[in-house]
């Protein structure tokens, strides 16, 4: 009784084992139980859980039936077996396998003195914390630094420092796990409904991070792939179901050949480059292999569409033709290349591991690299033999998401930021190529739209490539109408908007996340304020006037001057002369014109013309032995405000192409301060119109409005 109950126990052991591994497995237990005299394989109503996974059925001549219907093996190989035929052994055995002036007079020559940065500093802080109010994107982001920013204008920032320095660097080692909670936001919700691509798009990067942590390995994150409920989502496009339908096969494919970590010693993820090569030399086992294969398929359902041919099921493709089969077999072989190279780089991972040896960044990236590798790679061998329109925009983001989480442990957070921009414009991109927008102001949808929002709804359908704006109070107002009415039209406008807005966000994000980057390794308060001047405006900004829809900036200029005055006695009333005005210019759009330069208004505030003139003769003093000494003399002198106050209005040209120059012409009411003198003595005159031309270097300084124009 006990030698019955124990094979029983053994016997139903067997058939667990069998029914939960893969069909590499599988097939070797099949080829166990093959008669060599006949060529037959029995089966019985102990294999009927062994194979459900690829023929639902209770029935065992239902199940012969069915894998005798493949083109791989001989007719009939199947066999349904006879109680006197069930053999426990055999199976058992089958299971191997404010303020300074004065100073700021002082470096206005080298761009911006001590009370200008100071200035720009608070007026830095000021737009960097309404920015974080302004976007909730911002706080999901950087909740740390929100809130450090809503306390900081009650410091100076030296004090801040270190506060500043923990909240950047903590929001910025954590950023990879928050990107997709940002989309969890209302206004993203219709975004994720409309298009299921985005969805696969937030999917695929948290994908990576499983694998950059080591939650999954790459059989698993391809099977995780092809389950995605979007790829067969009704809203999905045929490319779009095609990439999943070619997922399905893949994660077949790599089932099939997991290894069993329990019977091979190792934690290899499928089999090892000798078994694969043992399975294809043995053409009865690889032909039994090819029929689970094929059955795993059929059973599956697994279809492709085309456009102007219908759907087709790809076990149907694969029984069609004797070529086609020949094609089979070659991608399978293809895939099996793939699969060891992957078996490859995670040993030489887990060497390192054993052996106590420090597994780079390089590794890790490499390994996610070559896991996407064998997706992508798997997918287009399936294409090849498929041949149906597919979308493969997916890859580029994944090996994107990788990117980024290098730059996080890695802690290039200044390329970070880049990447992240470029992650959400080649997610942009997947919805631009699902619906042509370019049209989209044209259907009905939008024409006949009769909302109290119609102007909003049109500014919208304009935003292909730019973004505008729309007051959000407008966005719910056209929400609310959706709910009433349904208008795909509409409701692909509004989606498509919420995606440009949050690209828009991200780079707007930018300066000030390449501040953060620079301030976490600051040591010293000047090393912030270095960082600032980056964030404030880059050099060559100058060009942003020419390729401007509206901009308004504060504006410095220096440069040279040819005036209506013949005066000598001072820098204000000579003919010739340096010119240094700091205020604020606007150039309107249609005045902009790209590579042909712009032209716009600049209204002066203050000029620093006479410091400037100082300085720079007194910065190339010669000495007695020829040589020149910038601190030869010192400037002691003192400067007040209302010395410097200039207003005046001038036209102004900006140069073609990207050169920084520009030529003005316009009045000034000239400063108190006229003139500096050796001996460090102001020479303060009654002010006075001048009316001149200049040609100066431009000098933005910081743009309050700009709008690009669209490429």
Known sequence: MKKHLLTAILSMSSILCIAQQGIYYKAKYLISLRNATTGKIPLDATDLANFSDICTTSDVQVLVDSLNDNPFTAKDSYIKRTAAGSNVLQTITALAGGIDVTDLANNVSVFLIERAKQELTIAFFERFRKFSEKNPEFEILFPKTTNTLKSLLSFSYPQMLPALQTA???????????IDNVMELPRYQALLENFP????CLRSIRIVRELEVGFSNTAEILLEFSVFPEWKSGNSTPGFKNAGSMLTVAAIFSESIRNDPAKSGTDNVWLTAKELKELVSDQILFNIYLSLVYQKIKHDNITFYDKDKGSHTFAGLIKSNTESIITFRSNLNEFFVLATQVNAVVKDIADKKASHTAITNDDYYNYINTSVDIVQGSVEIINSYVKTPIQLDIFPIVRKA?????DSYSKKYAQLFSDLVDEFDLISKVTDKRIDFTKLKDKSGITSYAGSEKKAVKKMTK????????????????????????????????????????????????PYGLFMANVISAKKPEDVQAAIENAVLPVGSSSVKKNTVSNLSVQAYLGAYLSDKDNSFSSWTSKFGVIAPIGISYTPGFLSWKSGGSIGLFGSLIDLSAIVDYNLKKDSTVID?????????????KIKLGQIFSPGLFVVYGFFGNLPLSIGAGGQYGPGLSKINVDNTAVINNPSWRWSVFLAVDIPLINLHNRVKIK
Request: net charge negative; charged share 35%.
């Open 625 to 637: 032995n020829g040589t020149t000494n910038a601190n030869a003399i010192s400037k002691d002198y």
């Open 463 to 510: 935003n292909s490539a730019g973004f505008t704006a729309i007051e959000e109070k407008d966005i719910e107002a056209i929400q609310g109408d959706l709910e009433r009415n349904i208008n795909g039209d509409v409701s692909d406008a509004l989606g498509h908007y919420r995606l440009k807005q949050l690209v828009h966000f991200l780079k707007e994000l930018k």
């Open 402 to 406: 990788n990117d980024i989480f290098k």
């Open 197 to 200: 691509e985005i969805k696969i």
């Open 168 to 178: 950047f660097l903590d929001d910025l080692e954590k950023i990879t796990e928050k």
